[in-house]
């Protein structure tokens, strides 16, 4: 009975253990990175040279780190973490003036599935500004 019920722990293990690293899991690749993709109102779209994406309440998005991926009026920011719900975005002027920065909800999918995130990689979250 000792050797079944081992058998059996070890068996849900290692199934366990294979749906976080097998290539159809949700889990599977930690090495594709993260973005916030910030669209940008119509009024603002010929002005913004870069946008900057921080993560938490309290960051300040630098010029520095702003990106200048941009197709039609989405940003798209690489980030290195997915944590908060919370963030802030500047938009960057062709001068380097910060033309808007704000507070904004993060809301994570998974690159793969569009589902809420569960694992600590491969996600992205759409920001709209108005």
Same mark, same amino acid.
């Given at each position: 009975?000792?050797?079944?019920?081992?058998?059996?722990?070890?068996?849900?293990?290692?199934?366990?253990?294979?749906?976080?690293?097998?290539?159809?899991?949700?889990?599977? #690749?930690?090495?594709?990175?993260?973005?916030?993709?910030?669209?940008?109102?119509?009024?603002?779209?010929?002005?913004?040279?870069?946008?900057?994406?921080?993560?938490?309440?309290?960051?300040?998005?630098?010029?520095?780190?702003?990106?200048?991926?941009?197709?039609?009026?989405?940003?798209?920011?690489?980030?290195?973490?997915?944590?908060?719900?919370?963030?802030?975005?500047?938009?960057?002027?062709? #001068?380097?003036?910060?033309?808007?920065?704000?507070?904004?909800?993060?809301?994570?999918? #998974?690159?793969?599935?569009?589902?809420?995130?569960?694992?600590?990689?491969?996600?992205?979250?759409?920001?709209?500004? #108005?």
């Amino acid at each position: 009975m000792r050797t079944l019920v081992t058998a059996t722990i070890g068996v849900g293990l290692a199934l366990a253990l294979a749906g976080c690293s097998s290539p159809g899991s949700a889990c599977a #690749d930690y090495g594709q990175g993260n973005a916030v993709n910030v669209v940008v109102p119509g009024h603002l779209a010929d002005a913004v040279e870069s946008v900057a994406v921080c993560i938490g309440t309290d960051c300040t998005p630098e010029q520095e780190s702003a990106t200048s991926e941009v197709e039609g009026a989405t940003w798209t920011v690489p980030i290195e973490q997915t944590q908060d719900e919370r963030g802030r975005v500047a938009l960057f002027g062709v #001068d380097g003036a910060r033309l808007d920065e704000r507070g904004v909800e993060l809301a994570w999918t #998974d690159y793969g599935f569009g589902a809420p995130l569960q694992c600590r990689g491969s996600g992205v979250a759409e920001v709209r500004l #108005d």
